[in-house]
């Protein structure tokens, strides 16, 4: 089992539209979750992190982490052209060495 | 907002060539990283590196990569023999401090080995 799984996707909205990106993870020892977002041939952006379960808001994004069930969630409301990247999930247990999802490509159409 | 800067974007470099890629982390941040994400690949980690020293490495991180801080701004990766394999987007990343800190990244350094 991987130690981190996403959906590449690509997943298709319509502007407007509430997107919900999921991580599931295998480690329990993992206390650190982010998000970041990746345009192509950029960087990581980092757009939530969060520690242990419960839901963390900022603007349009929510993060929402469940570590019973070993599920990380990230929502953006009202999605936006300008949102279309890859939105990559990354985990750490308290050292240096961040694990990251596959990514999922995620496309808002005009 | 303060960043990580990479240069250069883009190297090309024949396969058996040494190579430096150069970072400057953000200036006020003590632990600093490299990772790698080759085409369609997933975003690997490759070293953590605290008070001129290594703290983690990866299997991936092997004598043919080193790490230094030349001088209070700079953080550089050295590939020693380039392989094919060693083609690469390569970032640089730092944070205030270990694990909880969110680390941040850098816009990469594209490396193409011929």
């Known amino acids: 089992q991987k130690e981190v799984e996403q959906d590449p996707g690509p997943l298709s909205v319509p502007e407007g539209a509430i997107v919900s990106l999921n991580c599931t993870y295998s480690n329990s020892a993992f206390q650190y979750f982010m998000w970041y977002r990746q345009y192509s041939r950029k960087g990581p952006e980092l757009l939530m992190y969060t520690y242990s379960s419960g839901n963390k808001e900022d603007g349009r994004f929510t993060a929402q982490v469940d570590k019973s069930s070993k599920y990380i969630s990230l929502f953006i409301r009202d999605s936006q052209p300008s949102d279309s990247a890859t939105y990559l999930c990354?985990?750490?247990?308290?050292?240096?060495?961040?694990?990251f999802g596959t990514g999922t490509r995620l496309k808002v159409l005009a | 907002e303060p960043e990580v800067t990479q240069t250069p974007s883009h190297q090309v470099t024949q396969m058996g060539q040494e190579v430096i890629l150069r970072c400057v982390p953000i200036s006020n941040h003590l632990y600093f990283y490299w990772y790698r994400q080759i085409l369609g690949q997933k975003v690997e980690f490759l070293v953590s590196f605290y008070n001129n020293e290594i703290s983690e490495k990866s299997e991936i991180f092997d004598d043919q990569f080193s790490v230094e801080r030349p001088d209070g701004s700079n953080f550089t990766l050295k590939i020693r023999s380039t392989k094919l394999e060693d083609s690469a987007m390569y970032f640089c990343?730092?944070?205030?401090?270990?694990?909880?800190?969110?680390?941040?990244f850098g816009d990469g350094t594209r490396l193409s080995i011929l």
């Open positions: 990354a985990m750490v247990a308290g050292t240096y060495k961040y694990i």
């Open positions: 990343a730092s944070s205030e401090s270990r694990g909880g800190q969110p680390q941040h």
